[in-house]
């Protein structure tokens, strides 16, 4: 279980992005934005990670400009039966577009510190960190899958999800808060993409939503027949 009380827990933000989720809490919505409570506790005082959409990038040289991403630590192979994961999540303001969950396979060579060349590569009076830190990003964030969208504004309630899903490596989860794009007149307003109660548990767990990529999750076949 994953509540956000005080910080990310083992959570953490993507150091390529020019967005940063952060840890808060209903007392301090009304100047830092997100929801006025949160779902565990239903009160100011409990805590969520949420992502402020009206903001724009304000670090010319990241990777990733038009999201914020918060990794899961990383996990082993899921085994047959999957995983289920389960959050509550809210959605409010004009500038929030959706929130995405994907799964990131994690290489086993490491990843390259983005200011980290090879031999040979252009040093950094020729190839600025913007190009590199972005090269780092298409390479290492390319074979993401999109495993749920979710787009529905919340009106500043909560709502609950689950998303099932199989991976037989190493491999974190993100989720990724989108804002609406920066030429669109609804990004000067505020909004907000939140999350809470995180739960990993058996893909059997879920309710509801099935891929068939890891067993029936409880359906079965029919053995009845028509006369």
Not at 172 to 178: R, V
Not at 197 to 223: I, K, P, R, V
């Amino acid at each position: 279980r994953l509540s956000p009380t005080v910080d990310l827990c083992e959570w953490s933000n993507l150091n390529l992005s020019a967005f940063k989720w952060q840890p808060s809490s209903g007392q301090d919505a009304y100047w830092i934005g997100g929801p006025n409570t949160d779902q565990t506790d239903s009160n100011k005082n409990g805590g969520y990670a949420f992502f402020e959409t009206s903001q724009l990038p304000n670090v010319p040289e990241a990777a990733n400009t038009v999201s914020a991403m918060l990794l899961s630590p990383t996990m082993e192979s899921t085994g047959s039966k999957g995983h289920c994961v389960s959050f509550s999540y809210a959605i409010d303001g004009l500038s929030a577009d959706k929130l995405r969950v994907l799964l990131h396979p994690v290489k086993e060579s490491g990843n390259k510190d983005e200011t980290e060349m090879e031999d040979g590569e252009e040093n950094d009076d020729e190839k600025s960190v913007e190009m590199i830190s972005k090269e780092v990003f298409e390479l290492e964030f390319k074979d993401n899958k999109v495993l749920a969208t979710l787009n529905d504004g919340t009106s500043g309630l909560w709502k609950s999800a689950q998303v099932m899903y199989s991976f037989p490596l190493p491999h974190k989860l993100i989720l990724e808060a989108i804002p609406k794009d920066e030429t669109d007149q609804a990004r000067r307003y505020r909004g907000y993409i939140a999350v809470d109660d995180l739960y990993f548990d058996s893909g059997e767990a879920c309710q509801g939503h099935c891929t068939f990529d890891s067993g029936m999750c409880g359906f079965l076949n029919d053995n009845s027949r028509d006369d």
